[in-house]
């Protein structure tokens, strides 16, 4: 049985950083599509960052230039480093793997979430 699960949310202030990390077990990242999501209260869940089974990597404009995507296969671990954090990052983020290689950041390219950590950044 596949499990996801993301950790390293809190509350920072604006201009601070986190770094989440996703771990899974039944599956391994290596050869997957990995990607980092988020929902707000009353709004859809949107793609923010992704990376490839070949290491390419893809960022909502929203984020380009603050959040890097990575992934350590070694330790089966996938992270999204968060710096100049805004209040409008605030949200629930998820981390979610497919085998397929669908488009990065849409949510229907991915089989397997986790079940979120909550980052909110006060202004």
């Known amino acids: 049985q596949v499990q996801v699960a993301e950790s390293g949310g809190g509350l920072v202030q604006a201009g601070g950083s986190l770094r989440l990390s996703c771990t899974a077990s039944g599956l391994t990242f290596d050869g997957y599509s990995l990607g980092w999501f988020r929902q707000a209260p009353g709004k859809e869940r949107e793609g923010v960052a992704g990376?490839?089974?070949?290491?390419?990597?893809y960022y909502a404009d929203s984020v380009k230039g603050r959040f890097t995507i990575s992934k350590d296969n070694a330790k089966n671990t996938l992270y999204l480093q968060m710096n100049s954090l805004k209040p409008e990052d605030t949200a629930m983020y998820y981390c979610a793997a497919d085998v397929r290689l669908g488009p990065i950041l849409w949510r229907g390219s991915y089989a397997y979430w986790g079940q979120g950590t909550q980052v909110t950044v006060s202004s």
């Open positions: 990376i490839s089974s070949d290491g390419n990597t």
